[in-house]
């Protein structure tokens, strides 16, 4: 018996996948555990595996085709099957960003399963109620006999009371809204299409900024003793076969590991909000972010009160190499109890950034600047470094962010405690 090829959700937030590529092509045969396709989401590409033995057919969606969650998207035949006349075979590319596959056709009877004699997913009667009440026959959880919709299963979804809303963000259109590109000279300006990424980085931050009640907090912190600290550790760094030395801190591995030894510190910072409570987190893993084409990620570095600086180092450069090449793992990005955002290395001195929820803070560092500051009565040159603390209110009170600034500003003036 036929099996159905169903595009995964590899996304908590994923409606709908477009499929990048097939590894395979219809006839071709294909064995259980095998990379199969590709999933573009929003941030990563992933590849799913094929679900069964057998021969590929009936490919719903082609490359650079989008379908549902949940959808059929090809199937596997066991050798020798018959092949259903249902489905069409190899079916052609589907423009990119068009309507899913699943939803132009009624898939759940018209798949290899309904030809081969099986009840179809749900009774003549359940789907004429459906059609009259309006509601989609696939939006409804089946009790009948494998899984298929029965009447009362859509009675009982007809009389539930509706959800409340959710809070939409709002639209962004593929191309520039015409009353703006309206009061520019025509021939001015390119139309750039907004991606998946974009959108979902648009969508996230406009709902942070708008749900989420932000604060700020600011310290400067001087870097004389931390620079000097680097420079001794990295000319201690043990070297490879080729001569190179194994690791190389950066200033941002300290600010890295300053920020999870003070959430350490200050455990009622190290928190995210909940709706109707407060995690209160154990670790430190702390989220960074990293520019990619198009925008950004924020994979996190997990148990970094654990971890030495030349581990941390080591792990952050991974991250972020397989961040630009969009090759992280979900589980690489999401989480987290806090962020950094580091844009020193562009001159930045100082900025606020966006909380990114669950998390609960996000640190701006800006770049470390030479001033002449007064010591013991005299002006002397020192480093010194602009961090800006945002905090979501829900979560974290202002004496608790200062609380945490000020640990993370010891640290980063005693660079010696991080080694201790």
């Known amino acids: 018996m036929a ?10 937030d994923m409606a709908t996948g477009k499929i990048s590529k097939w590894h395979a092509k219809d006839g071709d045969k294909v064995a259980k555990g095998a990379a199969l396709f590709e999933i573009e989401t929003d941030k990563a590409a992933m ?37 259903s006349a249902a489905a069409p075979v190899a079916a052609a590319p589907v423009k990119q960003d068009a309507p899913a596959a699943a939803s132009s056709a009624p898939a759940p009877v018209a798949g290899p399963k309904a030809m081969n004699g099986e009840a179809p997913r749900a009774t003549p009667l359940a789907r004429r109620l459906a059609k009259q009440a309006g509601v989609p026959i696939t939006a409804i959880a089946g009790s009948g006999p494998r899984g298929r919709v029965v009447a009362a299963d859509v009675r009982k979804m007809a009389e ?43 969508a996230r931050l406009t709902e942070s900024k708008q749900t989420v009640p932000h604060f700020y907090l600011s310290v400067t912190a001087r870097l004389d ?15 490879g076969a080729d001569g190179k030395p194994l690791w ?3 200033i941002n591995d300290f600010v890295i590991k300053a920020m ?48 030495t600086l030349a581990a941390i180092s080591t792990e952050m450069k991974d991250l972020a190499a397989r961040a630009r090449s969009r090759t992280l793992a979900r589980n690489e990005y999401q989480g987290g109890t806090a962020a950094i955002s580091n844009l020193g290395m562009y001159g ?49 009170d202002g004496a ?16 010696l405690l991080m080694l201790a």
Not at 3 to 12: A, F, G, K, S, T
Not at 61 to 78: K, L, M, P, Q, R
Not at 272 to 285: E, N, P, R, Y
């Open 225 to 239: 003793r931390l620079k000097a600290a680097r420079e001794q550790l990295n000319a201690s760094a043990p070297k």
């Open 47 to 83: 590849e799913i595996d094929a679900p069964a033995d057998g021969i590929l057919r009936n490919i719903l969606v082609g490359e650079g085709g989008t379908a549902a969650v949940g959808s059929a998207v090809a199937f596997i035949y066991a050798d020798g099957e018959a092949v």
């Open 3 to 12: 099996v159905e090829v169903i595009l995964p959700r590899v996304d908590m």
């Open 400 to 415: 608790v962010g200062a609380e945490l600034l000020q640990a993370f500003r010891s640290l980063i003036e005693e660079p």
């Open 260 to 307: 999870g030894l003070a959430l350490q510190k200050v455990p009622a910072a190290n928190v995210t909000w909940a709706g109707d409570s407060i995690l209160q987190h154990k670790s430190s893993d702390v989220g960074v972010a990293v520019a990619v084409e198009g925008g950004l990620f924020t994979p996190v570095v997990r148990n970094v009160e654990t971890k």
């Open 160 to 202: 539930a009371p509706a959800p409340a809303p959710a809070p939409k963000a709002p639209a962004i259109a593929p191309q520039a809204d015409q009353s703006v590109q309206s009061i520019y000279q025509p021939g001015s300006f390119d139309i750039l299409p907004v991606d998946g990424m974009r959108r979902t980085i648009a």
């Open 348 to 396: 930045i001195e100082q900025f606020t950034a966006i909380i990114n929820p669950p998390h609960a803070t996000i640190l701006a560092v800006g770049a470390g600047v030479e001033r002449f500051v007064p010591v013991k009565g005299q002006p002397a040159l020192a480093t010194e470094m602009t961090c800006t603390l945002s905090c979501d209110h829900r979560a974290v």
């Open 248 to 250: 190389k801190l950066s």
